[in-house]
């Protein structure tokens, strides 16, 4: 773990690297003042900054006298194991980064009324944490991702306070992917009348929906920590996109001292506004309590108007309009932020995600960050919500398959399933289930691999891609399978009991979606019972089954829930009405599972790659699933190339039919146009345009049609002469040029000004240029980059699965002529300036505001 201090020349640098440890450091943190917590209008208090850290385990830290002056200051969200550097010794299930354990500190001052209640919320600590105030152990929290909220109104003291986090993540490969360590969402202060909506208190349906109106069903909660009854004004009022108020109800109610009451109200919406993909119409529920003539809590709940259908003979409706589930799934680490992910960061991953035609979401394979799920609500993206990577019985961390022998280092969530899963389940479900982006609610991902006797009863020999697991129906029928799972099931559970026990939880927190699972092992699942508690049956790289699970099982409705980036994949789903969609492995490239592939700490399965460019597989997606123009132009030496040229001049695939089996990984192409003189090339065109036509330095190679090619790529064959490639179709072109030699650096930024919160950030790319300006992909250079004003410096990368340099640095070599860094305001405005330097080329110096 090094520290990087940022200087441009001349001046000295107000920005910071973002995770400047205290081990090692020559100086001391500055002692920060207890922050004082003011009671106002907004329930909901920023408690992100002000906190004190240390990462390791240290006795008497709960306790409020701890002298913690030696820790260092930092502010939430934090995930401190994205600060080391990598380690091979490590493993790369968990991307060779560092668990281990951590401890928080915060002191504050609050003086609360006597007839006000304070509580404090966490959207996620990964993991195993406990929490203190004022030495008063509140709780413990083993999954790294539900929400935690304790009341502190009964521990709270006047004058200050100190709040204590201990995170015990000391198992460095409880999970398949990469989790980080420590607090990694937001922590608010909820501040409120003891007569009150309590968090998530408010659930809001649309039972009926037609263009014309619209019914809206509420449901509020109200708790009452007096000690005697109250009897109270209840109000909702609800808020049209623009602000306007479209309906309100007016309910009188009594509460007992200490009870919660619940109160339902109907009220109906002249000329709904609709929340659909691409357009994230939002409203407001703004519900109040009056005790006479005084307004003493106000809550404000969003929520969509929207219809949902899931037909297994048609697929998936929404708001009466028939259309395909284009998803991706999405882990979720920010690539060089870790786990800690500024919400900015994943806007701009949804947005390129949007260019290439995506519609949904599935966040795989847990719950994901309140913050996430309402950018997806801003933005129309559909939404799956998946509770569990585990059940009853343990995964290999490291293989995706059945525990194969128990360690310490990789027991995960099964330790603590039995007793924990219904209030995980439960407090994700409460938190999410107003949001109009979720649309269905995911038990469990590829389960069967842990349950004794399910791969066994279907008749495969394995579950290698190599054998006939991916491309074959089941060996055995329906009838064998179920014959054999009455004596293959063993042990102590069974997996069809298991998932009705989820389903049941689920379906008393929300019945206006569907419950579905991501099925590995479909042809047992449907045998076993398990499919039995679903409404949506989820299919795991199991294309070939779609057509024998209609004729087997016709009233189940059925998707693809993780299947591949590649055309045969969509090909697949297009083609049948039946099947509602897909969700692609994956969005974006993700840290982790790489076990014993030092050094590639990432899984390259995206369309974008962890720094967020866009991959060739991008393209192909983009011109299946958009009928705008799109053409893209790659190409690959035919040596290397999976294509050859026939007898006839066609060029065809060295293996014939491979395209349809083709798996994560797209094949190796090029996006620039270097090669030896006289070699030949392979030039490839992803495009939705009927014809396309081919120039090589203006002369015309020809006219081909998309048509022709049953893989979905246009190609030709060609010797490489050097100047420019260019392909065009109606409406749309793409061109590739020759380049020399890295002479320049050109940097590109997605904001040039920046809000002066502490949170916003700015995404600077750094382009290596040769001396005529045309982008060197070849020619990769070691660049620095140098920031002066009022900024962190969140890190930088390449975006290449096998970078393993630090991530938390100002230093980077290219990868295709390319790096990243990420920049985050501070609360103070000023000027940033930003430049970028190599061995004898640089940047001109950009600037960004920040006010």
């Given amino acids: ?42 329930r909901e208090v920023d408690f992100n900054f002000g ?32 600060e080391h550097s990598f380690d091979e010794k490590l493993e790369g299930a968990t991307a060779y980064l560092p668990g281990g354990m951590g401890w928080y500190r915060k002191t504050f001052e609050i003086e609360l009324k006597d007839n006000q209640a304070c509580s404090i919320y966490f959207d996620g600590i990964y993991n195993n944490s406990e929490i203190w105030l004022n030495g008063e152990r509140l709780g413990f929290r083993a999954y790294g991702y539900t929400p935690i909220v304790h009341d502190l ?17 000391s198992r460095i490969v409880d999970s398949r992917w990469y989790t980080g360590s420590g607090i990694y ?27 014309d109106a619209a019914s809206v069903a509420v449901e509020i909660t109200v708790s009452n920590l007096f000690g005697e009854e109250k009897s109270f004004t209840l109000r909702n009022t609800v808020l049209d996109p623009s602000g ?182 439960k407090l994700t479900a409460l938190r999410d289930r107003n949001h109009p982006s979720v649309i269905m609610w995911s038990i469990g991902n590829e389960i069967e691999w842990t349950y004794p006797g399910q791969k066994e009863a279907t008749g495969y020999f394995s579950a290698n891609a190599d054998g006939n697991y991916f491309w074959t129906v089941p060996p055995n029928t329906g009838e064998v399978i179920k014959e054999r799972l009455k004596f293959t099931q063993t042990g102590k559970y069974r997996i069809a009991e298991t998932a009705a026990k989820l389903a049941k939880w689920t379906r008393e927190m929300d019945t206006t979606r569907p419950v579905i699972a991501n099925m590995i092992l479909p042809s047992a699942s449907h045998e076993s019972g398990y499919t039995d508690a679903l409404d949506i049956v989820g299919y795991s790289y199991r294309r070939i089954m779609y057509d024998y699970c209609r004729e087997h099982y016709p009233e189940k409705m059925i998707m693809g829930t993780e299947n591949l980036g590649q055309y045969h994949e969509w ?33 390259a399965t995206g369309l974008l790659d962890l720094a967020g460019f866009r991959k060739p597989s991008f393209h192909m997606m983009k011109s299946l699933w958009n009928e705008a123009p799109h053409v893209y132009l790659c190409s690959q030496t035919a040596e290397k190339s999976p294509y050859k040229v026939g007898e006839n001049g066609e060029v065809l695939e060295k293996e014939p039919w491979a395209w349809e089996k083709r798996l994560w990984y797209w094949h190796e192409t090029n996006e620039h146009w270097n090669y030896a003189e006289g070699e030949s090339v392979i030039a490839e065109v992803y495009t939705n345009c009927p014809e396309v036509e081919l120039f090589l330095n203006g002369e015309s190679l020809g006219t ?86 009022p900024c962190s410096i969140l890190g930088v990368d390449n975006g290449s699965p096998g970078n393993v340099q630090d991530f938390q640095s100002t230093k980077i ?22 430049q970028c330097k190599g061995e004898g080329i640089q940047s001109p110096p950009f600037e960004v505001s920040a006010e």
């Avoid at 009964?154 to 204590?164: D, F, M, T």
């Avoid at 290219?814 to 000023?830: N, Y």
Wanted: proline fraction near 4%; glycine fraction near 8%; include cysteine.
């Fill in 51 to 82: 906190w004190k850290f240390i990462e390791k385990d240290v006795a008497e830290a709960a306790t409020p006298d701890f002298d913690d002056s030696k820790w260092r200051n930092i502010r939430l969200p934090h995930d401190w194991s994205v």
């Fill in 244 to 425: 306007e108020e479209v309906g309100s109800t007016v309910v009188e109610g009594s509460v007992g001292a200490k009870e919660d009451a619940r109160l339902k109200s109907d009220l109906r919406i002249e000329s709904p506004k609709l929340w659909s993909v691409n357009q994230g119409q939002l409203y407001q529920l703004v519900t109040t309590i009056e005790l006479g003539d005084r307004v003493v809590d106000r809550y404000v709940t969003r929520f969509g108007i929207r219809t949902l259908k899931f037909d297994p003979a048609t697929g998936f409706w929404l708001n009466g309009e028939n259309m395909k589930i284009k998803g991706v799934c999405l882990h979720h680490d920010g690539g060089l932020v870790g786990a800690a992910v500024p919400i900015k960061v994943w806007e701009r991953r949804l947005k390129e995600l949007r260019e290439a035609g995506c519609n949904a979401i599935r966040i795989s394979h847990q719950p994901g960050a309140r913050d996430f799920t309402e950018l997806c609500d801003e933005m129309g993206f559909l939404v799956q919500v998946e509770f569990f990577d585990e059940w009853d019985l343990p995964k290999d961390k490291r293989t995706n398959t059945w525990e194969k022998f128990v360690d310490y280092n990789s027991r995960g969530y099964t330790e603590h399933f039995q007793t924990d899963a219904e209030s995980d389940l």
């Fill in 153 to 169: 109104t009964p521990h709270l003291k006047r004058g200050e306070n100190v709040i204590a986090v201990r995170v015990d993540r």
């Fill in 813 to 834: 070599k290219t990868h295709q002529g390319r790096a990243l860094m990420i920049v985050q305001s501070l609360k103070e405005g000023g000027t940033i300036r930003i």
């Fill in 185 to 211: 969402r937001d922590v608010k202060l909820l501040v409120t009348d003891k007569l009150h909506t309590p968090l998530w208190g408010a659930y809001v349906t649309t039972p009926e929906v037609t263009e």
């Fill in 571 to 603: 090909k697949a789903v297009a083609d049948r009405p039946f099947v509602a969609g897909t969700f692609l492995w994956t969005g974006v490239d993700y840290l982790g599972e790489t076990n014993e592939k030092w050094p590639v700490k990432a899984q």
């Fill in 1 to 42: 773990m090094k520290f990087h201090p940022v200087l441009a020349a001349g001046m000295l640098s107000l920005c910071s690297i973002q995770a400047e440890p205290f081990m090692g450091s020559s100086r001391a943190p500055e002692a920060l003042p207890a922050e004082v917590i003011r009671t106002s209008k907004d």
């Fill in 704 to 789: 081909r049609e998309l048509a022709d090619f049953e893989d979905h790529v246009v190609k030709w064959e060609l010797p490489f002469a050097g100047g420019e490639l260019k392909a065009v179709g109606k409406g749309a072109e793409a061109r590739v040029r020759s380049h020399g030699k890295a002479a320049g650096v050109e940097l590109s930024i997605d904001e040039t000004s920046l809000a002066a919160d502490g949170y916003d950030v700015a995404h600077v790319v750094a382009q290596l240029v040769d001396e005529k300006g045309v982008p060197v992909v070849k020619d990769e250079q070691s660049l620095e980059f140098e920031v002066s004003g």
